[in-house]
């Protein structure tokens, strides 16, 4: 079965801290993409990555990077965490060309 | 930022009943539309993807209509129940970069 791992379900950081959510994809897939999710507001789009070393911002980059060393896995970085990034976090992986996302099961931040 | 929006924002049906959802989007550079299914505590999962104008798609009680001119689709789900529960997003792709830019979604609750 194909799958997109997130590193982990919840996390809680404190403000000011460097936080790192790792996500893993099996399926040789060439794009990865990072989005957050907020109540009334959707999936928004942070980074995205169409090959390795190579990226892309979103609508909403501001506040974090991320890393792309090898095809499956797609980091996101919060350089100094903080209250207003509280969110769930998804990792989506997709092949050029076509067809859908898949998605991980998504990593719930939260920064006191 | 594309505009893509989903109503109603929340729906809370009985079981057996039927139910539809609408998700409109912009009518250039059109591409795709994907339909999702996100249950509680789970992954996005893919319902359908829909390309041709007038496309009907069909997976046991849930189906989708696409109208690319007019900028819209809609969701048909055929005598509900309980594991239709879930949150229903939609996405428009504009074939650029593979991203895709989600709709907030419509959250259907099914009660017995």
């Given at each position: 079965?194909?799958?997109?791992?997130?590193?982990?379900?919840?996390?809680?950081?404190?403000?000011?801290?460097?936080?790192?959510?790792?996500?893993?994809?099996?399926?040789?897939?060439?794009?990865?993409?990072?989005?957050?999710?907020?109540?009334?507001?959707?999936?928004?789009?942070i980074?995205?990555s169409?090959?390795?070393?190579?990226?892309?911002?979103?609508?909403?980059?501001?506040?974090?990077?991320?890393?792309?060393?090898?095809?499956?896995?797609?980091?996101?970085?919060?350089?100094?965490?903080?209250?207003?990034?509280?969110?769930?976090?998804?990792?989506?992986?997709?092949?050029t060309?076509?067809?859908?996302?898949?998605?991980?099961?998504?990593?719930?931040?939260?920064?006191? | 930022?594309?505009?893509?929006?989903?109503?109603?924002?929340?729906?809370?049906?009985?079981?057996?009943?039927?139910?539809?959802?609408?998700?409109?989007?912009?009518?250039?550079?059109?591409?795709?539309?994907?339909?999702?299914?996100?249950?509680?505590?789970?992954?996005?999962?893919?319902?359908?993807?829909?390309?041709?104008?007038?496309?009907?798609?069909?997976?046991?009680?849930?189906?989708?209509?696409?109208?690319?001119?007019?900028?819209?689709?809609?969701?048909?789900?055929?005598?509900?129940?309980?594991?239709d529960?879930?949150?229903?997003?939609?996405?428009?792709?504009?074939?650029?970069?593979?991203?895709?830019?989600?709709?907030?979604?419509?959250?259907?609750?099914?009660?017995?």
């Amino acid at each position: 079965d194909v799958k997109v791992t997130q590193s982990s379900r919840y996390l809680v950081k404190r403000t000011g801290e460097k936080v790192f959510l790792e996500c893993v994809q099996d399926m040789d897939h060439e794009n990865m993409f990072w989005y957050r999710q907020d109540p009334g507001l959707g999936l928004r789009l942070i980074y995205f990555s169409y090959d390795v070393k190579m990226k892309e911002k979103g609508d909403i980059p501001e506040g974090y990077s991320v890393s792309r060393e090898k095809k499956e896995r797609f980091s996101l970085i919060l350089e100094s965490a903080s209250t207003n990034q509280t969110s769930m976090y998804l990792c989506a992986s997709r092949l050029t060309g076509g067809g859908g996302y898949t998605f991980g099961s998504g990593t719930r931040l939260t920064v006191v | 930022i594309l505009n893509v929006e989903q109503s109603p924002q929340s729906l809370h049906v009985q079981e057996g009943d039927s139910t539809n959802f609408t998700c409109s989007f912009p009518s250039s550079n059109f591409y795709a539309l994907h339909w999702y299914r996100w249950e509680t505590a789970k992954s996005p999962e893919a319902l359908f993807v829909m390309t041709l104008n007038g496309d009907e798609k069909k997976k046991g009680r849930i189906s989708a209509t696409l109208n690319t001119k007019e900028g819209y689709s809609y969701l048909y789900i055929k005598g509900s129940q309980p594991e239709d529960s879930a949150t229903y997003l939609c996405a428009f792709d504009s074939g650029t970069a593979s991203k895709l830019t989600f709709g907030t979604g419509t959250r259907l609750q099914v009660t017995l």
